[in-house]
């Protein structure tokens, strides 16, 4: 196949020709792979071929050995390995040579392509003379080779673990790199590679890390790194700073006074990308302190492993001016633009850090600022005045905070109505929502809000929300916290008398002509969902009122018709904030017996409303509507089977969305909704959904997180039906056990252990619900065979000491749940269970309520199995 | 320039409401799964979650107070005698509404006024409202309708009602308290007390038992207004003595909740589970609002309806609270009806 003519054509601006193009690349893949492999490399090594088709030889290599998707990326791995070894090493041998092409496309796609290789062998213990062969002739070779080995070094570290790299080698790359970043590198590009190259390198360097002279000369290399004439090299080498900010917090002593000259001169002088960087490191420290602090304040005291060296507190003196400084550098019009950063955000963004850092040690430090700028004529210094307190209000003490915010709310609910600038206006909004979010809570005891000043208030940000979009936006966003304070206190809430009037207004908002470029909608009903999910008893009525304009307002944007494709994407995200409202009002009407009962009345409108809600084709909006009718099931019990004919096939399709696995999961979580609502009824439904979820489990394209969620819903099914489970017993224990295997034993990182946890819950949860629904059945001896492995599950999780409390808390129910249905049948199994004895005991004597509570029910359920 | 891929600037609405909604759906699922199992667990042992409350062997705790108390009985020994866990877990559907229902004390209704009505008597207006037992024990609360089902598993700020890590309360101790759920103002209404912080007021008079609730109930908290830890408001309701004044107050005073007539107890009864004459309960037009049917506008029609029920020993009774007897039919009636 003459590849170089094809890898024009996939080029080519002709619809036609390309996809002959591609589908003719494609085949060559499927039907010879090493052939394609091998011809696409030798494409990209050869100086002959032009630049354009070396380039796409490339990507289609490193697209052949990586992917996004989990399962795909598996699959290209395995068959990378399983390739024959000499077609491999010709690849690897192309590749090689193509690094020290002089053409700048060509040797930097293969960068890349070597370290997708590495990524794949090196784990495998592979291809272990690459690292030597790419530093073995670093010095002599030219910058342009020079930089592309660098590069391919800093890719090869982001790609594979440090641990499949021996110390041995990483000191080769460590040295090449910071030879390569220091000042006696004349090129700038191989500087600039070679710094880069580091940021990667910096969690292989752990060893020399700890060894003071090699510390500090890669220190040294880098704080001279940020002082080159060359900004990317001045950017890159901040970025390493960050990094080392966080890796490596306990080394820093020695270099603290030194960076903070480095990083106040960069904020203050250099260009905004360094000077981002420059204020992101203390950031980073703050990051790393909070942790320490909040572990030091936890109930571990004295357990960190990391010291704190308090480098905050000690740079504050210098620290806030600086960060002040930053805050008068706003770009006009920044709050029109979603994606806006810049010196004086990300100034700002520290200072907030900085006091949760250090409490109220800021505040005498950032009061003087604020009053000297707050009333100056230009609106950079009010704004910025206002942003430096907004700032504040997380991290000191409401005791140190209230006086001031007493004496400031009247200020700033007088600045949000008559400031010219709508910068200013944007900054108070938002400032005084931090008020309402940090210092309303029940906890606090002065009073911020009075019967007094709330009237106010609430005029004022009612008023606010006719302004410009943008604060209109904060507006709707402080009344959310406003709402959110007084969220479960007993007591009227001083917000009642003005309910009504609030979402007069939050609806009005989102009928606003301006609403459809900003996040103003979404504010309004995000707004207006916490309102209703904290009002209190006394506005039940007025909610109820609610769902009738809701249900109108959802109506009509089904009515509308032949919308183009961007109307309709508009019609779409506003059909799914009306489907989260009403979502939100079921859940609160739902809740309460008299509510529900009046909310009835609305349920079949409703209902048919969502059916036609699942006509439309957008992932959110199903996904609302599901949630939605989820909430509906739990408020409507077994009177929800009507719905059931119709709604069926929109459940069925929730299941299989794959794709979408946040509907697919919100769908499970509903099939144990209806489960429970409609108990037996739910029977005639079972075959198709269990059938679903049993394919689910066996797919290895679904997102894992969806896995825990179907077991626990086998529970709620089991739990609903009874006994008729019986049909889908052999299945659901065949994919109860063999995840019960897989699960028993963890070995990974946290986020591993995490998930390995919340599978055992699910399978867990299942076992309950099957165990409890065969409860009183004449068809009890059906779960005896299966009695074994459950009891050797649980043993074998509680050898493993690393469950947490809820598995713990689920599993000694399973135990009970096991002894109540078989009775006497389990009685010597059971006691022959390390966990009837050991397990047993741990929990009765846990700190965890609910883990004692229900040791307290298994071993209840024990004494009688074994006495009966 | 992009913001920092981690650090979200914090000018912009942190909040998703999107992810709240989705966090607070499976909170709720979560907890709804809770209750559906604690349901089905319960239902095999039909009892009140008290497995704790009989513990084997358990010193008890001095409280001096208390020992000054006539007859107060280690609160194990009256549970053995009422709730005896395996036998009650035998119990299937319709048994568990009566083994339920025999847990309460139960008013007869007053047809004539009993001696030494004025001295020997309290009287306070009924709560209108689903009689219930609300029991707390092991940082949970979950009070129990006659006919067996939860009505509400929550937190409470009563003794052991709620999981707060302030160490107060012991593992063993809990409460159970006759009430009855006021919907309009979801406040649990308490009649009566029949354990209080692990110690069983079975065998104490009513006169001591409404003084301890009186002075317990406000001292603990759970006449507070609900809160994270306590979902509902508990109150006591003013009981008088059976003078004129008091019968007066009863009658006519404004309380904060619908009434549905009156109950005398005579302070010297012990509580007493099932019908007793020493509770007697009054209703008129005028104290309740069930007294008397009304039809879709409000007016009396002509005929009042009965429904009557027939039990196995072919007694008719009607379905109130407490039954009254109407009488007894004869077989031939019965396969007349059944036909």
Not at chain 1, 293 to 311: A, H, R
Not at chain 1, 367 to 393: C, H, M
Not at chain 1, 428 to 442: D, N
Request: proline share 4%.
């Amino acid at each position: 196949m003459e590849v170089t003519q094809v890898l024009f054509n996939a080029q080519s601006i002709d619809g036609t020709v390309r996809k002959n193009a591609e589908e003719s690349l494609k085949q060559f893949q499927e039907q010879n792979l090493p052939g394609f492999l091998l011809s696409l490399s030798g494409e990209l090594a050869n100086e002959e071929k032009p630049i354009e088709t070396r380039k796409l030889a490339g990507l289609i290599l490193k697209n052949a050995l990586d992917a996004k998707e989990q399962h795909r990326k598996f699959e290209l791995v395995q068959r990378w390995l399983s390739l024959d070894a000499t077609a491999k090493s010709q690849i690897k041998a192309c590749l090689l040579q193509t690094l020290s092409s002089p053409v700048f496309d060509a040797h930097s796609t293969t960068s890349q392509v070597i370290a997708k290789v590495a990524g794949i062998e090196l784990p495998q213990k592979q291809w272990p003379e690459l690292i030597g062969s790419l530093l073995s002739n670093v010095h002599q070779i030219p910058a342009y080779a020079k930089q592309a080995t660098l590069e391919t070094l800093g890719y090869l570290c982001e790609e594979v673990s440090p641990d499949v790299i021996d110390q041995d080698q990483v000191n080769k790359i460590l040295t090449a790199v910071v030879q390569g970043m220091s000042a006696s590198e004349g090129n700038i590009d191989v500087r600039l590679a070679a710094t880069r190259a580091l940021y990667n390198a910096l969690g292989f360097a752990q060893a020399n890390f700890s060894n003071d002279m090699e510390r500090d000369y890669i220190m040294r290399v880098v704080c001279e790194a940020t002082l080159s004439p060359e900004v990317r090299i001045r950017q890159a080498a901040f970025e390493c700073l960050v990094s080392i900010s966080s890796t490596y917090y306990e080394k820093l002593t020695p270099y603290i006074q030194d960076i903070f000259n480095i990083t106040s001169k960069a904020v203050r002088e250099d260009e905004e990308p360094v000077a981002l960087q420059a204020i992101e490191f203390w950031s980073s420290i703050c990051d790393e302190e909070i942790d320490i602090l909040e572990e030091y304040g936890g109930e571990f005291t004295g357990d960190s492993d990391v010291p704190c060296f308090y480098f905050i507190k000690k740079a504050l003196p210098a620290l806030v001016p600086m960060l002040l400084e930053t805050l008068l550098k706003q770009e006009e019009d920044q709050d029109q633009d979603e994606g806006a950063w810049n010196i004086a955000m990300a100034g700002g963004t520290c200072l907030g850090l900085v006091a949760q850092t250090v409490g109220d040690d800021i505040v005498p430090l950032v009061v003087p600022f604020v009053e000297e700028n707050i009333t100056k004529p230009d609106w950079r210094q009010r704004e910025a005045a206002t942003y430096a307190f907004g700032s504040i209000l997380d991290g000191p003490s409401p005791e140190k905070l209230t006086p001031l915010v007493n004496v400031a709310l009247t200020f700033m609910l007088s600045a949000l109505t008559k400031d010219p600038n709508s910068h200013v206006k944007d900054t108070t909004a938002w400032a005084l929502g931090r008020i309402f979010e940090f210092l309303l809570g029940s906890a606090v005891d002065l009073p911020i809000i009075t019967q007094a000043n709330c009237q106010q208030i609430v005029t004022v940000l009612l008023q606010s929300m006719k302004d410009t979009p943008n604060v209109a936006e904060k507006a709707c966003g402080a009344l959310y916290f406003l709402a959110q304070g007084y969220e479960g206190e007993g007591e009227p809430s001083p917000l009642t008398p003005f309910f009504q009037e609030i979402v007069q207004s939050l609806l009005t908002v989102t009928h606003r002509e301006d609403v459809g470029d900003s996040r103003l909608r979404t504010a309004a009903y995000e707004t207006l969902n916490e309102v209703v999910r904290c009002s209190t008893v006394e506005t039940a009525p007025l909610v109820l009122q609610l769902v009738a304009v809701i249900m109108m307002e959802l109506h009509n944007t089904l009515e509308s018709q032949k919308l183009s494709s961007e109307e309709r994407e508009k019609q779409s995200e506003l059909q799914g904030l009306l489907c989260g409202c009403l979502q939100v009002i079921i859940q609160k009407l739902g809740s309460s017996e008299t509510t529900k009962y009046a909310f009835m009345q609305y349920a079949d409108q409703i209902m048919g409303l969502f059916l036609r809600v699942f006509a439309c084709r957008s992932a959110t909006v199903h996904e609302e509507a599901m949630l939605a009718i989820g909430a509906l099931a739990y408020a409507t019990g077994a009177d929800f089977a009507k719905y059931m004919p119709e709604f069926y096939r929109y459940l069925e399709m929730g299941l299989q969305n794959f794709e979408e696995y946040q509907v697919c999961a919100v769908t499970v979580g509903v099939v144990g909704d209806i489960s429970r609502a409609l108990e037996e009824k739910i029977v005639p439904y079972c075959d198709g959904i269990m059938t679903q979820l049993l394919k689910n489990l066996s797919s290895n394209q679904l997102h894992r997180s969806v896995k825990p969620p179907i077991f626990s819903c086998f529970g709620d099914i089991a739990l609903a039906v009874g006994e008729y489970f019986e049909k889908y017993l052999m299945w659901a224990m065949s994919a109860l056990q063999s995840a019960a295997d897989l699960s028993t034993h963890i070995a990974g990182d946290d986020e591993l252990v995490e998930y390995t946890n919340s599978l055992r819950n699910g399978i867990l949860e299942a076992y309950s619900g099957i165990f409890q629904g065969f409860k009183n059945s004449p068809k009890t001896q059906l779960l005896i065979p299966y009695a074994p492995h459950v009891l050797q599950f649980l043993d074998g999780i509680y050898m493993e000491k690393d469950m947490d409390d809820m598995v713990m808390k689920t599993a000694i129910g399973v135990l009970g749940d096991l002894a109540d249905t078989l009775g006497n049948h389990a009685s010597s199994m059971i006691q022959q269970s390390v966990s009837s004895k050991d397990f047993l005991n741990e929990c009765l004597s846990s700190e965890d309520l609910l883990v004692k509570e229900s040791a307290q029910w298994a071993k209840l359920a024990i004494s009688r199995a074994i006495s009966v | 320039m992009a913001p920092h891929d981690i650090r979200r600037p914090f000018k912009r609405a942190a909040i998703s409401d999107q992810q709240k909604r989705r966090e607070l759906s499976l909170l709720r699922q979560a907890q709804n799964r809770r209750d559906a199992q604690q349901q089905a667990r319960c239902l095999a042992s039909s009892i009140l979650s008290l497995q704790s409350a009989a513990p084997e062997s358990q010193p008890e705790q001095s409280d001096i107070e208390l020992e000054t108390v006539p007859e107060a009985e280690p609160e194990s020994e009256a549970f053995s005698k009422d709730l005896d866990v395996r036998q009650a877990s035998k119990l299937r559907g319709p048994e568990v509404r009566k083994w339920f229902a025999r847990q309460l004390m139960l008013p007869e209704w007053m047809i004539d006024v009993p001696d030494r009505l004025a001295q020997d008597w309290y009287v306070f207006a009924r709560p209108a409202g689903k009689r219930c037992f609300v029991v707390s024990s092991n940082g949970t609360t979950v009070s129990r309708q006659r006919n067996g089902s939860i009505l509400h598993h929550f937190p409470s700020a009563l003794p052991a009602g709620a999981k707060i890590r302030d160490g107060s309360g012991s593992a063993q101790s809990y409460c159970i308290l006759d009430c009855i759920f006021h919907e309009l103002d979801q406040t649990y209404y308490v009649i009566d007390m029949v354990c209080w912080n692990g110690y069983s007021l079975y065998d104490c008079t009513a006169e001591f038992r409404f003084y301890w609730l009186n002075s317990k109930l406000e001292e603990s908290g759970a006449c507070n207004a609900p809160s994270h830890y306590h979902k509902f408001r508990f109150s006591a309701v003013p009981v008088y003595n059976c003078d004129q004044s008091g019968l007066h107050a009863a009658y006519t005073g404004v309380v904060p909740y619908a009434k549905d007539g009156l109950l005398f107890y005579n302070k010297h009864a012990l509580y007493q589970t099932g019908n007793t004459p020493l509770a007697l309960v009054w209703k008129d037009e005028n104290c309740s609002q069930y007294v008397i049917d009304t039809d879709g506008k409000g007016e009396i029609p002509s005929q009042q309806q009965v429904v009557l029920e027939l039990q196995d020993d072919r007694k008719l009774v009607t379905s109130d609270d407490p039954p009254v007897l109407f009488g007894c039919l004869d077989g031939d009636i019965i396969e007349k009806v059944w036909f």
